[in-house]
């Protein structure tokens, strides 16, 4: 039986009884796991455990144990636990982090301390091109890719003028440049909020006198739900929005109604019809009670990955185990998917449209192939080898 062990610094620890008595292998799980954005941790979190479960608690056949750590969203001091994850508790592999500004302060630790860092989620810019690392896998996208999607969209939707809307932070900066990268009408105004900003009263009346055709917004966690509750609430629900990481599982079921109909994007989807997608879906709301978010999906695709790899190279050789990563087939909830250059995914992109399920819960749904087998914008300047 799975065994795990959560507390806010601390460790879920996950073995089989009658497995012989060798040193586990151990992979650092490090995520937000507290104040507002903890749901997106907690779903990524989620994700990895139920991979594991589903493994048997083994990854390549070795006894596994996740060491979960909260990375509390600070830059700093997920900095220092990553190092401590590595050199102190003998992490081989770290999965992380949820936001791009942690990714930059841990990408450093982890690597130079020797182990792989895999992120299940963030994807900035500055590693996916001349800054690209070797020891670095990220398995969700590149932050623009699912932007520069919705840029095509908006053309395509005859919207003519546009208001952004970001934190001031890298990934903020990812979102709204590959929106622009795509998208040819005006940009009205690029509004920069705090991270956790959930007060948007000046940002909404901004947005009121300028009268847009559309909004593009990134605000993932509590910062999308809030600003989507009062973006209604100021009467602004005839100006269409759109988004991404804004309307998604972790935020649907605070945003209910007011959220239906809205568009985003993304390489995965609740209702992608993959093989074995389904299944993870149920399997994650069986064990959970919750719908899984893109977060949940690509954490669990990033476990998958480690057990193939580590089945295929083991761990001694460190060279033929990243070759292994970058190679190995694995069972992945979105179809296809295989690493570019720069050690970040080729994989088809969606428009997605947020609906009420059967079951009644709220989720976003594969609506079409946007585009497919994407690069991202930064893999030609990626030299490192």
């Known amino acids: 039986m799975l065994r795990s062990t959560l507390s806010a610094l601390a460790l879920a620890a996950v073995a089989l009884p009658g497995l012989a008595a060798a040193e586990p292998l151990k992979v650092g799980v490090l995520l ?6 903890a749901v997106l941790g907690e779903h990524a979190r989620d994700g990895a455990l139920l991979a594991l479960k589903k493994l048997g608690g083994t990854l390549g056949g070795m ?3 996740f060491l979960v750590t909260d990375a509390e969203g600070k830059p700093d001091i997920a900095a220092q636990k990553a190092r401590r994850l590595v050199e102190s508790d003998g992490a081989e592999f770290v999965i992380g982090p949820i936001f791009s500004n942690v990714m930059a302060a841990i990408a450093g630790p982890v690597t130079e301390a020797g182990a792989f860092l895999l992120s299940p989620n963030s994807g900035p810019s ?3 091109g001349e800054g690209c690392n070797t020891d670095i896998f990220v398995v969700s996208y590149q ?18 003028n546009v208001v952004l809307i970001a934190p001031n932070y890298q990934a ?21 909020t ?10 909404l009346a901004q947005i009121a006198a300028f009268q847009p055709d559309a909004v593009y917004a990134f605000l993932p966690g509590g910062m999308g739900v809030n600003f989507v509750k009062q973006y209604a609430q100021a009467g602004l629900s005839g100006i269409p929005m759109m988004s991404s990481f804004t309307t998604d599982e972790t935020t649907l079921p605070a945003m209910q109604d007011a959220a239906l109909g809205m568009y985003s994007s993304g390489s995965w989807a609740p209702d992608l019809d993959v093989p074995g997608n389904a299944e993870f879906v149920a399997e994650f709301i069986a064990e959970y009670g919750r719908v899984p978010a893109s977060y949940a999906a690509y954490a669990y695709d990033t476990v998958m990955l480690i057990d193939a790899a ?15 990563l970058k190679t190995v087939d694995f069972p992945t909830v979105r179809g296809k998917f295989s690493f570019g250059a720069n050690q970040f995914p080729v994989q088809d992109f969606y428009l997605t ?25 930064y893999a030609g300047a990626c030299t490192a080898d």
Do not use: I
């Not at 937000?32 to 954005?37: H, N, Q, V």
């Not at 399920?357 to 079409?368: I, L, N």
């Open 126 to 128: 500055v590693l996916a």
């Open 353 to 377: 449209e947020v609906v009420q399920r059967e079951d009644g819960a709220y989720a976003t749904s594969a609506k079409e192939l946007v585009v497919a087998d994407y690069v991202d914008a």
């Open 63 to 65: 006894e596994a144990e």
């Open 194 to 203: 705090q991270l956790g900003q959930l007060d948007y009263s000046a940002e």
């Open 32 to 37: 937000t796991l507290s104040g507002p954005p």
């Open 310 to 324: 580590v089945a295929a190279a083991g761990t001694e050789d460190r060279d033929a185990l990243r070759e292994a």
């Open 143 to 160: 932050n623009d890719q699912p932007d520069q999607v919705m840029g095509e969209y908006a053309n395509g939707a005859g919207y003519g």
């Open 172 to 192: 903020g900066m990812d979102h709204l440049g590959g929106f622009k990268r795509t998208y040819e009408g005006t940009v009205t105004s690029e509004l920069l």
